[in-house]
């Protein structure tokens, strides 16, 4: 079954602790996206990636990090520098090519106490 | 001002009832124009995908796309409860980097 997972769904972590967000597909898309939802501000960006061993800042990357060593995947890391991770995270893809649209995961819930 | 502006809702309606979602954009270079539907704690599900101007039409969904006045919309038509959920907007000029989403309007339909 072709599609964008991530994991874990629910994660709780300590103030201060890193923690790794999974983002795996199937889809063979080249580009790759992390976003942060809040409630009542929308979608935003944190890290893209358009090929492997490559990715650029969005427009929150502060507090973030990522790699892309793999076309499959793309791992975000919500390191002690954010200063509120407390939020639902999604990774998206894109197959360019085959046009300009992103599919989504099914998201991650942060919760950070 | 936003690129993307989006009604927050809610919005009631009963079931059957046909249903009109809205966003505004400002930008004239936006060329691909998608709809959204999120149910609650879950990831943005992809309904309509639209390139250009035009309707595009997929079982009881029509999305609009008027170019001129910057303005597109979703339909839904014999509308039901399981369409509950927050529709989100979003568009792009073509970069792959750059999508602008609306903040979603939240959808309640009533058994």
């Known amino acids: 079954d072709g599609g964008i997972t991530q994991s874990p769904k629910y994660l709780f972590r300590k103030e201060g602790q890193n923690v790794t967000l999974s983002c795996e597909q199937n889809l063979n898309h080249d580009a790759m996206y992390w976003y942060r939802q809040d409630p009542g501000q929308g979608l935003r960006l944190i890290y893209y990636?358009?090929?492997?061993?490559?990715?650029q800042k969005g427009d929150i990357a502060e507090g973030y990090s990522v790699s892309r060593e793999k076309k499959e995947s793309f791992p975000l890391t919500v390191t002690s520098a954010q200063k509120n991770p407390t939020a639902f995270y999604l990774c998206?893809?894109?197959?360019?090519?085959?046009?300009?649209?992103?599919?989504f995961g099914e998201g991650s819930w942060l919760t950070v106490v | 001002q936003k690129e993307v502006e989006q009604d927050p809702g809610p919005l009631s309606v009963p079931e059957g009832a046909i249903v009109s979602l809205n966003c505004t954009y400002s930008n004239s270079a936006f060329q691909y124009f998608m709809w959204y539907r999120q149910y609650s704690r879950k990831g943005p599900e992809l309904l309509m995908y639209t390139y250009s101007s035009g309707n595009k039409e997929d079982g009881r969904f029509t999305a609009q796309v008027d170019k001129s006045s910057k303005y597109i919309s979703l339909f839904i038509r014999d509308s039901q409860p399981s369409d509950s959920a927050t529709y989100l907007c979003?568009?792009?000029?073509?970069?792959?980097?750059?999508?602008?989403f609306g903040s979603g309007t939240k959808l309640n339909v009533k058994p």
């Open positions: 979003a568009m792009s000029a073509g970069n792959f980097n750059k999508f602008y």
């Open positions: 990636s358009q090929i492997v061993n490559d990715f």
């Open positions: 998206a893809s894109n197959p360019l090519l085959a046009g300009n649209t992103i599919y």
